[in-house]
């Protein structure tokens, strides 16, 4: 059997006497379509910034295809196909969509260092930039600055900027977090479109976004695994339901 | 599907590095003033090498958004390297002499960045000004080599090219040095605010963590532009130096690094020509105010500041921005 795309053992953080995350052992595999869920304060923010590098783990391991990469920096990380949304928008608010985009495909493809010649010259990662935009039906706003694009539209260039560093996992924190239900079929939409191959771990409350998209679940209480199982199956765990889904109302 | 180079904003981004035919206007008066106020070149040069500094500050403050309070360190580190080698009868060439301003002042600014720009906002502020005041106590004591509180005067400069002397009742030497460095250090910030390097900069200036989650270097990039902006100061003050024959403690002073900032956000910061506009507006604003209230001329620049500070953010050059942009039309594709 194969190495899974990405793995944690055993993996813990504390802050101070918090225990953010405990013992974890997690696998995503090539291709997933996975969903974290897990009450407020569960540790789902800190298992991400544990997985991208942002926070080093108290002890444990990370593995991506059976590399140990605990102690790689969070930009080397990137480099290895590792990309991710955030909760809340970190975009360049007073650049472009286009150059948003732009930003991320020159880093990947190492263009971004050069210094002598104009950004317009490169072709390839303007061209690049600007078909993605396409595909993610964005091209129409490409010229605006992102200050002035509505919350949804500006969700879907917070995807377009991970999706132009062409990851092999992609973690998703809330993708639809603050988009009026009226907007959120459009990210819903591009997440339905996202590559096959690209191993997608997606975290949220949303209980209709989670069953509509995983293929996979894992529930997260007060730091640790509580589950993992298809949806049906966590659909009828008695326990979850009582923690977590009963919580929420939901079914 | 239409080719993605033909969409307008991929044409902008291709193109917007382009010469526009307006950008000529600020050198061809600065040519004019040579022939048009020969009597006041003296003043023509300080300007010239006021904008040059602002230059600095802007690839800095406006393009990669490192707040420094502390620019002035590098200005008089540029201009003592070229006194105090021309003081001590080492050098007195002048064109070689601004090349090794540039390259002291950027061992500083590496110096100083590597350890600096490991912080943000108001300790990074706070940093700026302590080490600039560490330089300018270090060359108050250094008093054999640096004059101390007096300063180096009438330094030794070699005629430039060996043929041109510095003559500082009639700078028309110095006016013309000044212009053509100050037009070549402006090519190379051009250039470079342009570039994909450049880009990245705006990056790190609009949201440092999201550049870090694109995997970007960005505390590499930030200690390399601080440390070309440095060499750029340091060509100013040693420029400075060599034009008045002089250098003292001012150059490493709050004052000069507290003047060349509100001269950029005057102008406008993040814009290139925001130096330009904003030390021909100071300066000539406390020209005149200085005549009409001789006692507190300050004053009103005070108010005109916090009145920028207040409405104009952007400064100058932004309410002509403003001005000139219409609505924007709704893209639909």
Redesign the interface.
Known sequence: MSAPLLETRALCRNFGALAAARDIDFRLEAGARHALIGPNGAGKTTFVNLL?G?VQPTTGAILMKGRDITGVA??????LGI??T?QIN??????????NV???V???VG?????????????D???ES??LL?TLKL??????RIS?LPYGRQRLVELA?AL??RPEVLLLDEPAAGVPSAESHIILDAIDGLPRDIGVLIIDHDMDLVFRFAERITVMVSGAVFATGSPREIAADAEVRAVYLGRTGHG | ?TE??D????R??????RLRPWEAIPWLLALGFYFAFPKHLGFGTELLVTVLFALSLDLVLGYAGIVTLGQAAFFGAGAYTVGILAKQGIWTEPITGLILAALVAAAVGLGSGLVLLRTQGLTLLMLTLCTMALLEEAANLAHDYTGGFDGLDSLPIAPLLGRFEFNPLYPTTQYLYVLVVLFVCFVFVR??V???????L??IR??M??????????RGRLVLCYTLSAAIAGIAGGIWAQANAYVNLGTLGLDRAATVLIILVLGGHGRLYGAFIGAVAYMVLSHFLAKIYPTAWQLGLGLLLVVIALFARNGILGIVAALGRRP?PR???
């Open positions: 991208t942002v969070q930009a080397e990380r990137v480099k990309a991710r955030f970190r975009l360049f608010r007073r650049l472009s969509v286009l150059e732009y930003i991320a020159a880093e990947r263009a971004a260092p050069s210094m002598f010649r104009p950004a317009g010259v490169r072709r990662v303007v061209d600007m078909q396409e091209s129409g706003d490409a010229a605006r002035e900027i132009a560093l | 599907m993605p180079l969409h307008p904003a991929a902008a981004l291709a193109e917007r590095h250039t470079l342009y570039s994909p390097f450049g880009q990245s705006r990056g609009e949201n963590l999201r550049m870090h989650a694109v995997g970007a270097p960005v924007a893209a639909t594709s």
